[in-house]
């Protein structure tokens, strides 16, 4: 690890307030919870693969005799890269905790970073011998997962380098070794033990002859303590400051106060916002440079104003409003949300926000949602009647949890997008926007990015849906936000997923060379 961010992560041990006083045990708990999110989505990436054997085979096959169409191949691909997405976070997220293992002096912080740094260590490892094992099968595959992967901004031949860090012998030395620590620490118990001896369990058997050939049952002679392990660095700098306790900019956004203010007198109800945080582990697995979707709703008052139609009074009032006005009519179909979502947050701002994050479906502020470090503001080009509809429907759907397996088919969790995408969808009584969902790993969907892309596609065509309102681009080398151009925006669904990094450093992979 670089001396640079060495350094940084000593210091956050020391004075950093999320670590080391009184919300280290919060995040903590919510960390592990990220493992263990992230965990079963790599999993289901597996799952994935089993169950699509004309493109994965369960056996050996000949490369030549089994070639993909293009369909098959980019469904691979598709795999290829959100299994990818998972190994940086667990990367990144073991990394950091295996630093604070190293420098803690509190026995018990000792312990707790041990086990967070050994169930990332664990379920990387495990499940990179599972993917390998299946790809394996089918040597055609090498060439094609060999190629660029410009979504996460990876050189050719990062498959054939997952294999020499996954299938090295100091890889298995380590697992080893670890192992026995393991022994030492896990009378104490922990939430992640169940999946993490289940892990052990997998890796052993793999050992033994029952995937790719391993070293692990020949490494017990190194178990000496000389630190924790070494990390499969994907990306050389990114995945020491990435991670969902957020250890580099914390509570510090590109995107100032001041640019959300004017923001703010640009919006109406029913604008689409693009969002992009950079450094979060929860952008693992959403595919792109644009992670995050949310609907401006607006204040009472505002919509009011922006509603003030007399056929849409009219309207209001036969759907059941008391008064003529869309708030009437949302506090009469929907009365608990709509008192929850008049309630003054942080600040004291009025919630102006509907969007659907890790707590699942609920009304934010305009101040906390827009404090991120690139944001665009997306108009509909449709009648107020039916962005009336739309702000009606996506209140439908208020307190209903996230979606964490991204999944557009059933109504009882939604993402970020799925909320904007159900919200516009057309229906017998009411117009809306034609959001054309893909398939990813057998779920229908549409990211952020694609809504991004969709914009680029359209523009300046009859056929165009959405107008660009406002764009804010984040620049991590020069620490602030600027506004940009249309121009610069049809291009940022082709970005790198780890973009703002390439700002400011260049791409450096023969570090991860070395085992």
Partial sequence: MPVLATTFLILLVMIHPSIATVDYQR??????QAIQTARNSMQSTINFIDAHHEIFPPAKVDGINHQLDREQRMIARQTWQTFLDHVLFF???????AELYVNAQDREKKKESFFAGFACFLAQYRLALDYIERIERNPAMHVMLNEAVPELGLEEGTYALLKYRFLNVIRGA?????????????NAKSPLQTEMDEDIAAIWAAGKGK????TAQNALKIVSDFGFTTWFPVQKGVSELMGDIKVWRKDASLI???????????????????????????NVGIPGFWTHAALYIGSPDERTVFFQDQGLSQWFTEQGSEDGTLDGLLRNIYPDHYRISMAPLEGKHIPRILEAIGEGVSSTTLEHSASADSIVALRPKLPKKAIAQAILKAFHYYGRPYDFNFDFRTDSELVCSELIFKAYQKTGDSEGLSLPLS?????????????????????????????????????????????ADVKKF????????WYIWLQGAKVDMSSTLAP
């Fill in 27 to 32: 995040r903590y708990a919510e960390d592990l």
């Fill in 91 to 97: 990367d990144s997220m073991g990394r950091m905790y």
């Fill in 174 to 186: 380590e697992f080893a070794r670890l192992n026995v620590l393991y022994t030492y620490y896990r």
């Fill in 211 to 214: 995937g790719p050939t391993l």
């Fill in 256 to 282: 100032t106060p001041g640019q959300i203010e004017q923001l703010a007198t640009k919006l109406q109800p029913g604008d689409i916002l693009l969002q992009r945080r950079e450094w979060y582990a929860s």
């Fill in 439 to 483: 398939e990813v790993l057998g779920r229908p969907l549409i990211s952020p990015n694609e809504i991004a892309k969709l914009f680029d596609e359209e523009y300046g065509t009859e056929g165009q849906q959405l107008v660009l309102v406002t764009f804010l681009d984040g620049n991590e080398k020069d620490h602030k936000a600027v506004e």
């Fill in 490 to 497: 049809r291009e940022t669904w082709k970005r790198p997923k």
